[in-house]
């Protein structure tokens, strides 16, 4: 995982629709670099453009480019691992939360307490919830798999319904 900014670089992008509505792809040399969820191709193109301002984005245009079906099959089944790379952005401390994220097996949830203890920082929950918040890869580091200390569902950058979904959806998965 990196963390480092989008200046005067290529990012490519797909968008597609599964269960949780329209789904944007984004891919740099180095990696996948975001997944976004919306209501629509332009809200999430928007969205992206906002992230990376610095970037020059082209329309991929492509449904079979390896890192967006990779992505879209892994958020049809994420039991399987997940064999693109990603290139992640954000601080030192929202990239280890984010690999801590991902250490979370599907259809298994953590505390934002849990993952501020397992860095070490006991008293970080909210920072923990808001590197969550900042997270550019919906559901490929699972920020949605971290709930509040007593199990119930918070916020969800994509809407607290996605996150219901994507739960159910991987809960599903897992009983088979």
Not at 40 to 56: G, I, K, N, S
Not at 99 to 126: F, M, N, W
Request: aromatic share 6%.
């Amino acid at each position: 995982m990196t963390a480092k900014n989008a200046q005067d670089e290529t990012i490519q992008w797909q968008t597609g629709h599964c269960y949780l509505g329209e789904v944007l792809v984004a891919c740099t040399p180095r990696g996948v670099c975001a997944v976004l969820l919306g209501d629509t191709a332009d809200e999430l193109v928007e969205d992206l453009a906002q992230r990376f301002p610095r970037a020059e984005l082209i329309h991929a245009n492509d449904f079979r480019a390896p890192w967006f079906t990779e992505v879209m099959n892994y958020l049809i089944d994420s039991r399987r691992p997940l064999s693109v790379e990603l290139d992640v952005r954000g601080t030192d401390f929202q990239c280890r939360v984010w690999q801590a994220l991902q250490q979370i097996p599907s259809g298994c949830s953590s505390s934002y307490g849990d993952i501020a203890q397992q860095l070490g920082l006991p008293t970080a929950s909210r920072a923990v919830a808001g590197a969550c918040a900042a997270n550019p890869l919906a559901v490929v580091v699972p920020c949605h798999r971290v709930l509040r200390g007593d199990g119930s569902l918070s916020g969800y950058r994509w809407g607290v319904k996605r996150k219901q979904a994507v739960l159910s959806h991987e809960q599903g998965l897992s009983d088979r």
